[in-house]
């Protein structure tokens, strides 16, 4: 784990650089710069989709952060601050969408576009986690389970003092010795499998939502894994936050693409 990337010194003051700060703006990156080269590659209009990607980031932040502070409110720690995955891709969504209906944008057809460039910068995204120290797992005797370092936990505690969200994941502190599942890399692997299968085997009409099915169901499943204490979860199940969105998610896309499954296997089927 290295939650402190480096440290710019001017003027005698000192700019610490974060590693999950640095890897998320290297996952806009990553994820913009498919895109655009996608829409370019398909003769669309790069200006919206400029336009687009301001859009979908604008609501993307609004929505990752207000989500957590909702969830944090509930859990009666409204000052924890961060960001929640689904309140970001909901945001995104829900700005994109509206931008693409002011422009006349074939709004479908350029989410099945995103699907990978979404991907990439989700696996981006999550390398950021494990360098940072959160969504750590839980502990495992698994070959491939990481460890992190004792001095880690200085390190950590320093590199995140302004954040009170990690001081409140680092109450079971990932550093005492035992192997633990890597959750980030375990979801970074899931989202770039799905995107691949949805890019090779899934119609454009589909694509974006057969994309968020598979990583509802991969989140929802990892979830399990997880030992940090931030991510929350309800006293009767004791599911998480993001397993309740997953869920719904599920429940909500699953009737429409079932159907749409089963008009292509019935075209396919017509002689």
């Known amino acids: 784990m290295y939650p402190l990337a480096f440290v710019i010194e001017v003027g005698g003051l000192r700019y610490p650089v ?67 995955a689904y309140g970001g891709l909901g945001g995104a969504l829900l700005a994109a969408w509206w931008l693409a209906r002011a422009l006349d944008i074939p709004g479908r057809q350029w989410l099945a576009w995103s699907v990978l460039p979404l991907a990439c910068a989700q696996a981006v995204g999550r390398v950021g986690c494990l360098l940072g120290g959160c969504c750590f797992g839980c502990p495992t005797t698994m070959a491939w389970g990481v460890r992190y370092a004792p001095e880690a936990g200085a390190a950590a505690a320093e590199a995140t003092r302004p954040h009170t969200v990690a001081i409140d994941a680092f109450r079971d502190p990932p550093w005492n010795g035992a192997a633990r599942h890597p959750t980030p890399l375990y979801e970074a692997a899931w989202v770039l499998g799905a995107a691949w299968c949805c890019e090779h085997f899934v119609p454009e009409r589909y694509r974006f939502a057969a994309y968020v099915a598979l990583y509802a169901a991969g989140r929802f499943v990892g ?37 749409g499954a089963l008009q292509a296997w019935r075209s396919s089927a017509t002689p």
Do not use: N
């Open 223 to 259: 979830e399990f894994l997880r030992a940090d204490a931030i991510r929350g979860h309800d006293p009767w199940l004791a599911l998480s936050t993001s397993q309740w969105l997953s869920a719904a998610l599920l429940l909500a896309l699953m009737p429409g693409l079932l159907r």
């Open 18 to 84: 974060y590693s999950f700060g640095l890897l998320l703006a290297c996952a806009w990156l990553v994820g913009t710069g498919l895109l655009l080269v996608r829409i370019a590659r398909r003769g669309a209009d790069p200006g919206a989709g400029v336009a687009l990607v301001g859009a979908a980031t604008a609501g993307g932040i609004a929505g990752a952060y207000g989500l957590a502070l909702l969830v944090h409110s509930a859990q009666g720690a409204p000052e924890r601050g961060g960001l929640v």
